[in-house]
């Protein structure tokens, strides 16, 4: 893919807590367009990594490259105005609010002059389904219509779609098809992928090989906080990569997921 | 209804969508509960009097100092958090304001002021610490509630070892600012009138204003909204102080009506005008509810108040009625707004 400068690179970065260190040199990139999938076991350090390049934490050492200059994000605010939105696991949306309200919650459309001023609903619902069904969400039809009665594969939709349009150049995206059945998580990936080629990069995290195989374009493994194995599309099998995770242990399970799962359409 | 799709995206038709639409607004079942409740006694008490101007604006009077309140509690409701000291709070602003004018000789306009200015102490002080005790506010409210409660007992038996300030009216005398609390418009009292505009403020506020969205936004996915950059806190803390600001005004209603300021005023009010609210449609879990709703919710709580009066049933059966109506509503709201909400997935 690109080989121009990264839109974040961590170099050797490592997180201590207490004295306990829960990531030790960990290095990655991420160039416009590519998905990186980042992968490990419970407790591997993925929370923590994703919270530094997130503005959470700062690293104990090592620095952030934000397009190849040292960044230093004090709070989230920070990275989100960098170009980085993570999206959190069920989209961080609120079901009982319309999908256009949650779409523009913090950022709302506004007309008229204090002290009359006020939503422009009609704005916002108009952009939202414009916005949500350009990502190939065509099943939504009424913006206004609550985010409860939404699947969850579109409510991550609303949620990437939300993060892009409000000017987002890196997604980080936690374990988004891990709630999800089999075909909500194709939605998702086929998601990623749109993403993808519009020139935004992603961090998926995820614990599902498979899906990261099907998307990613380079793969980070993380055990006991440390890179376990870095590598790029083609380079190792889906069973490799569950070895490397889990040391085998959930092969036998994720193996009865992938004879289920056929990945037709993803580009 | 929709064009074909390709591949695995699926839901089911977006059939019905109007008819929900209707039934999952907030304020369905007060505002039919109101309908069903007034035909119900205009049919059998109406001969009775419930019909007569009298009554009707009794229970306006009785609705209005329950929805005077309940409105912004509505707003609080659907930010998520609770407020049990509303009633200890109109004492406290009854006795203060009585004070001011009675024992002080001051004008009504300063002490509104003054008791508006307590108020906002008061409002203050639970919203901050709801906000940095992270403790339930039904628990935070309800030790505020006891305190303010007691204070004004206390502070009052001190002052004139009695629990109530006489002769309010006499002591404003010819202020026209009374008007405001106490004046009639037509055959009704001015009390009707805040409460219309307090609830439109409310609904407006809720409904189309960004601060509404953000309101919405604190009580359906609090963590949500704090990723979006919204002061939560600071909202909350500015609900507890519309709520006591609300109080405080019934307090002046109530002062210049009775011409008697009561340190055991509006006992119980503070389940008065959440029962408003939550036949009105709101959640006590947050993120849900309506003024509107609310404001049907206090007039049917009026209705049933003093339409019970016409009943063969002897009066001490009215907390029953009221009851068995508050179940009723409650049951009918959830199923509703349940059925409204259920994701339309096929693929789960």
């Known amino acids: 893919m690109s080989t121009n400068i990264p839109i974040i690179e961590a170099r050797n970065v490592s997180k201590e807590f207490a004295g306990i260190a829960a990531l030790q040199e960990v290095s990655l990139k991420v160039s416009a367009g590519e998905v990186l999938c980042l992968l490990g076991d419970n407790g591997a350090g993925k929370s923590t990594l994703i919270k530094i390049l997130s503005g959470v934490h700062a690293p104990s050492s090592g620095e952030i490259l934000l397009d190849g200059k040292p960044a230093a994000f004090r709070e989230p605010r920070d990275a989100r105005n960098a170009g980085i939105a993570t999206v959190h696991q069920y989209g961080g949306t609120v079901p009982l609010m319309s999908i256009s309200r949650n779409f523009f919650l913090g950022a709302e459309i506004v007309k008229g002059r204090w002290p009359l001023r006020r939503l422009d609903l009609q704005t916002m619902n108009r952009i939202a389904l414009e916005q949500i069904q350009s990502l190939g969400v065509r099943r939504v039809t009424d913006s206004s219509r609550p985010v409860g009665t939404l699947s969850g594969g579109q409510r991550q939709a609303l949620a990437i779609c939300r993060a892009t349009y409000f000017g987002a150049r890196l997604l980080i995206l936690d374990e988004p098809t891990s709630a999800l059945g089999v075909r909500e998580a194709t939605t998702v990936l086929k998601l990623v992928a749109e993403v993808r080629s519009r020139g935004i990069g992603v961090i998926l995290i995820t614990h599902n090989a498979h899906h990261a195989m099907s998307i990613g374009d380079h793969f980070v493994v993380l055990g006991h906080g440390k890179v376990v194995a870095s590598f790029s599309r083609g380079e190792k099998s889906a069973a490799e990569v569950v070895g490397l995770m889990a040391g085998g242990v959930e092969l036998q399970a994720l193996e009865l997921e992938l004879e289920q799962f056929k990945p037709k359409a993803v580009s | ?348």
Not at chain 2, 81 to 93: I, K, N, Q
Not at chain 2, 145 to 154: D, E, K, M, S, T
Not at chain 2, 212 to 220: E, K, L, V
């Open chain 2, 1 to 348: 209804m929709n064009s074909p799709v390709q591949s695995g995206r699926t839901d089911a038709p977006e059939a019905r969508v109007s008819l929900r639409s209707l039934l999952v607004r907030p304020e369905f079942t007060a505002i039919a509960g109101t309908i069903a409740v007034f035909a119900f006694f205009a049919i059998f008490t109406g001969d009775a009097g419930f019909l007569s101007m009298a009554m009707t604006r009794n229970y306006l009077e009785v609705a209005a100092t329950i929805g005077i309140i309940a409105a912004p509690i509505t707003l609080l409701l659907v930010a998520g958090e609770f407020d049990l000291s509303v009633g200890a709070t109109v004492a406290a602003g009854e006795i203060v304001m009585s004070y001011l004018i009675v024992y002080a000789g001051w004008p009504v306009a300063p002490a509104f002021l003054a008791t508006v200015i307590v108020a906002i102490g008061i409002g203050a002080l639970n919203g901050y610490l709801v906000v940095k005790t992270k403790l339930p506010s039904f628990i935070i409210t309800l030790a505020t509630l006891f305190i303010i409660r007691g204070a004004v007992q206390g502070i009052l038996r001190m002052l004139n070892g009695n629990s109530v300030i006489d002769g309010v009216r006499s002591a404003a005398g010819e202020d026209p600012l009374v008007w405001l609390f106490s004046g009639m418009v037509g055959p009704f009292s001015v009390s009707l009138i805040w409460w219309i505009v307090i609830t439109g403020l409310a609904a407006w506020v809720l409904e189309s204003t960004v601060f509404g969205n953000r309101i919405f936004a604190t009580g359906g996915n609090q963590a949500a909204a704090v990723r979006t950059g919204i002061q939560v806190d600071r909202l909350k803390i500015m609900l507890y102080i519309a709520v006591a600001a609300s109080a405080v005004l019934v307090a002046a209603i109530n002062i210049f009506t009775i011409n008697q300021g009561n340190a055991n005023s509006a006992v119980g009010r503070e389940f008065e005008v959440v029962t408003a609210a939550v036949i009105g449609g709101a959640l006590l879990t947050g993120g849900y509810g309506s003024p509107i709703g609310t404001f049907f919710g206090a007039l049917l709580f009026g209705m049933v108040d003093q339409g019970f009066f016409f009943t063969p049933l002897p009066d001490v059966w009215f907390l029953t009625f009221l009851g068995f109506m508050l179940l009723i509503a409650v049951v009918i709201n959830n199923y509703t707004r349940n059925a409204a909400l259920k994701p339309r997935g096929s693929s789960q």
